[in-house]
């Protein structure tokens, strides 16, 4: 049972990343699932969520029009693609199942120039 994330990485202000999220060991058809990030001296926050059949997406204030989230079921994926990234876009994301309390290991998404 886990979840695994990629593709995060170092992007200048204004850029654009996608991070994926692969699941394995549970239903993911049946689990919401969310995105959270935690920068350096900060609470983990949430940063999008989305329902189990890709509907009821919520999202951070910080992140309304910049970000989408959305899944795949067939391939047990869910997926963040971040658009307009600041410097304060800058954490380490994690991929969550609310439902199974689990976490991924998390990925550094980190914006400079």
């Known amino acids: 049972v886990q979840l695994v994330e990629s593709g995060g990485g170092l992007v200048q202000p204004g850029g654009s990343l996608r991070l994926s999220c692969a699941a394995s060991?549970?239903?993911?058809?049946?689990?919401?699932m969310s995105w959270y990030r935690q920068a350096p001296g900060k609470e983990r926050e949430l940063v999008a969520r989305i329902s189990s059949v890709g509907g009821g997406r919520v999202y951070a204030d910080s992140v309304k029009g910049r970000f989408t989230i959305s899944r795949d079921n067939a391939k047990k994926t869910v997926y963040l693609q971040m658009n307009s990234l600041k410097p304060e876009d800058t954490a380490v994301y994690y991929c969550?199942?609310?439902?199974?309390?689990?976490w991924g290991q998390g990925i550094q998404v980190t914006v400079s120039s």
């Open positions: 060991g549970f239903t993911f058809s049946s689990a919401a």
């Open positions: 969550n199942a609310p439902r199974y309390e689990l």
